[in-house]
């Protein structure tokens, strides 16, 4: 079962635009919603998370958008950097209910940010 | 301090064999997590131990899986019987107990799997 949907699945970008992605989720229980940051030959690193009850947090050039009643969840990457080419994953969990903070990734999107 | 490291870093081995992955968790870390990651796609959770114990198995694929952590540090993922299928990443993360507010999980650089 698909929990994370995530889209698109590749994305090239001009330095210094803005890069989008897109998570939908299903399940209503998830509790904690985090991105992920993966360089080719290396594993995820946290990049910014969000609880939802809160509709966004940004980080730097980093920004979450969560709108629960639509069960949706995006990443904003303002000025985009050619060094922020990697792939990204979206990810939730069921954190506070379940307390094994386990993630469910979505498929991932590779990044491109043409110089 | 050191991250989580994870050895080997490359295994190819032929189908039906047993192969064993190790992790070694970042000092500290009670929780400690395996994940598969399959080419082009994203990390699938397989297990979770809380100390020395799996406290959520539910993502093993089958009875051919096996993970340990005897002392509560050094987790070994253990496959039985491999199967081309098989071939992945294999991911370990580890992270402080999860309790009042959320711990952030710490990957190692990850074991590809090859079964020939």
Known sequence: QQQVKQSPQSLI????????????YENTAFDYFPWYQQFPGKGPALLIAIRPDVSEKKEGRF???????????????????????????????????????????GQGTTLQVKP | GAGVSQTPSNKVTEKGKYVELRCD???????????????????????????????DDSGLPNDRF???????SVSTLKI???????????????????????????????TRLTVL
């Not at chain 2, 096996?66 to 509560?72: D, I, K, N, S, W």
């Open chain 1, 13 to 24: 970008v001009q330095k210094g635009g803005i890069s989008i992605i897109n998570c939908a």
């Open chain 1, 63 to 105: 920004t979450i958008s969560f709108n629960k009643s639509a069960k949706q969840f995006s990443l904003h990457i303002m000025d985009s950097q050619p060094g922020d080419s990697a792939t990204y994953f979206c990810a939730a969990s069921i954190f506070w209910s379940s307390n094994t903070g386990k993630l469910i990734f």
């Open chain 2, 25 to 55: 968790p970042i000092s500290g870390h009670t929780a400690l997590y395996w994940y598969r990651q399959s080419l082009g796609q994203g990390p699938e959770f397989l297990i979770y131990f809380q100390g020395t114990g799996a406290a």
């Open chain 2, 66 to 72: 096996f993970a340990v952590r005897p002392e509560g």
């Open chain 2, 80 to 110: 039985q019987r491999t199967e081309r299928g098989d071939s992945a990443v294999y991911l370990c993360a580890s992270s402080l107990t999860p309790g009042k507010t959320y711990n952030e999980q710490f990957f190692g650089p990850g």
